[in-house]
């Protein structure tokens, strides 16, 4: 039985990262510039020749923030789903992005009309604030209705405000640069240089290794708070951490990518199905791979499927993401039943 | 006695700082049931809640082997305690060998993965419990009765020495309450293992139990074997009983007799009369019962229901007083009915009774009883 599921694992392991393989090629590929795949792979080694520039400067740095930030996006939805027991629970329907949204927004602002250009680790600090602010708000709340169905309208709601402040704020902010601005406030993987990749990866892979070496007290949370302390997690620190974690990979995509829709549940709730199991360890490396070729596809469409205009990314994770949200909704409602 | 291996004095159990119950001692013993009963709401969950330390305890002190709980390390805490507790948890695409195996956490390392002898433990917790059957089975697909046998192999593969649980038998059907009580029974005795439990049925209570602790008003009322605690009509004061009673000997449980001069004559004896006294407490007709010796297996029920009963002491004839009385009260009643049909030299006198009923024309059968009860 063990050895089944090990073949299962691998299996799914192995094509998500073919899967990965050819999007990557794919984004590589498809463009404005079409390029054959000789050409990219003597572009790849040499550095040189006519189209070098579009894909160092602009497609590489893109594919690696999308198949990063949208691994992170996903990883950090299921830790929010196994936070709240609540497969319908994720960094976008909480509010989560749209407060750190905000928050980021507040301070380009600001920074903006004092004139100072701010680093990107700045923005990740301005977006973890938000993050966690927003996740404040939700657990008052929690703590107080222990409904799923009222936390998730909550964080609908607390979404909605920062959305709406956000756009009030970027409306009235007349620099130049607040056009940089909107279109981020929309939801995009694109304009990210090496140094915005270097900087994401690096806090990415951090937050990811942090929610490998939970993934033991996550699994035995998976059966309730009260049997997690009988078998000695301690469960105080134990929500702090995975709080803490949550809110940084989801500020980390924010801060580069805007807020991108139904990537934390979708995703999550795929590879569930795909490798029949939730068990943590086996999860976070597949919800990131999971969520890599999900951001690598959708990013991919965003793009090309109206050229030259550019569709925002979250348009295109909520037309792929809404149907498994509520197929999965549909799903669970059958087996309560027969319960 | 063996020493206790959990044990807490003065201990204060409550929420937010306010006591629910104070005072508590008890000591957890190998191979020994500790069982809690009480009314609802009394706190029996409260006292486990804070033995499996999901509550702070507001004072007094627990110890385990002899040290402060407070002081020893979570992991060395779940190698030592394990629970069962009540609710049931709903974790998504687990298998009952998942669940079990989860079991093994004070013991894996960093990443939680499972070694050879995680592995074969937690087969040995399911041969146990004997639920290998589930192994491939999704946890949120089976029955209340497996549920529950699965959890206390999760319980089991943990290695405990005290085992904690919260109203185990609570939604099972009456086989499987026998079936997981007489499991954990042999667990008990197998394995050594000092259990504390919370029940809410008191024949079982009476029955598997080693110790009663009887929790009520915010104390404990008492604390004994299932003799000392199920004394005549202390259940009924434990638990506020006003409309009914219940046999302290046989564990049984009477609803409250029906009150009034009596209507109908019982000529009962040696269990005949039983299912005739519940029939009429049911139909609200107030009824007399005699001649029944005491001890006899008809004299509890008739003592609960009758309105009126008249009784001999046991292993003599029955007297010529107490036949007057019965006499007396039967020749009142509008009919009598006599499921007796064994008559010797003890119960003569109901023999009499019979026929003195029957030449007045009283002797009615069962099913002509309603009819002639509405004339």
Known sequence: ?339 | MKEPILFAEHLDVGYKGEIVIGDIRLEAVPGQILTLIGPNGAGKSTILKTITRQLDPIGGVITLEGKDLKTLKERDIARSVAAVLTGRPTPELMTCWDVVSSGRYPYTGRLGILSQHDREKTEEAMALVRVESLRERDFNQISDGQRQRVLLARAICQEPRVLIMDEPTSFLDIKHKLDFLTLLRELVHSKDLAVILSLHELDLAQRYADRILCVRDGRVDRIGTPEEVFSEGYIEELYGVERGSFDALFGNVETEAVTGDPLVFVIGGGGSGIPVYRRLQRQRIPFAAGVIHEGDLDYPVAKALSARLVTQDAYGPIGLAALREAEEIMLRCRAVLCPQTRFGPMNEGNLRLRELAAERGLLTEPDQLEELLKR
């Not at chain 1, 940084?248 to 991108?260: E, K, M, Q, R």
């Open chain 1, 1 to 339: 039985m063990e050895e089944k599921r090990r073949f299962r694992y691998t299996l799914c392991f192995v094509s998500l990262l073919i899967g990965m393989f050819i999007l990557l090629v794919a984004n590589v590929m498809v463009g404005s510039a079409r390029l054959s795949i000789p050409q990219v792979l003597s572009i790849l080694f040499t550095k040189t020749g006519d189209n070098a520039a579009i894909i160092w400067k602009v497609r590489m740095p893109r594919l690696l923030a999308a198949a990063i930030l949208g691994g992170a996006l996903s990883v950090s939805g299921f830790l929010l789903q196994t936070f709240f027991a609540n497969p319908i629970a994720g960094p976008f329907v909480l509010g989560i992005s749209s407060s750190a949204k905000l928050v980021v927004a507040l301070t380009m602002i600001w920074t903006l009309s004092r004139g100072v250009a701010v680093g990107s680790v700045v923005l990740i600090a301005a977006a973890f604030v938000g993050a966690m602010l927003s996740m404040g708000a939700v657990l008052l709340v929690s703590n107080r209705l222990h409904s799923m169905a009222l936390l998730i309208v909550c964080g609908v709601m607390i979404g909605y405000i920062c959305s709406a402040v956000t756009d009030i704020v970027v409306t009235f902010a007349s620099d130049s640069n607040i056009v940089n601005l909107h279109n981020w406030s929309l939801g995009s993987f694109s304009g990210k240089d090496w140094g915005d990749v270097t900087v994401l990866t690096i806090v990415v892979f951090l937050g990811l290794a942090g929610a490998f070496l939970l993934s033991k007290p996550m699994g035995a949370y998976q059966l309730g708070e009260s049997y997690a302390r009988s078998m000695g997690v301690n469960v105080k620190r134990f929500r702090v951490e995975l709080i803490l974690l949550t809110g940084v990979l989801s500020a980390c995509v924010t801060a580069f990518a805007g807020p991108i829709s139904f990537v934390g549940i979708a995703v999550p709730h795929l590879s569930r199905r795909l490798f029949n199991t939730s068990r943590p360890i086996v999860m976070i490396p597949a919800c990131f791979l999971g969520g890599a070729v999900f951001c690598l596809l959708c990013d991919l469409i965003a793009r090309t499927l109206f050229a030259p205009t550019e569709l925002s990314i979250s348009s295109v994770t909520a037309v792929f993401g809404v149907p498994v949200v509520i197929w999965m909704l549909l799903h669970r409602q059958g087996r309560s039943d027969r319960g």
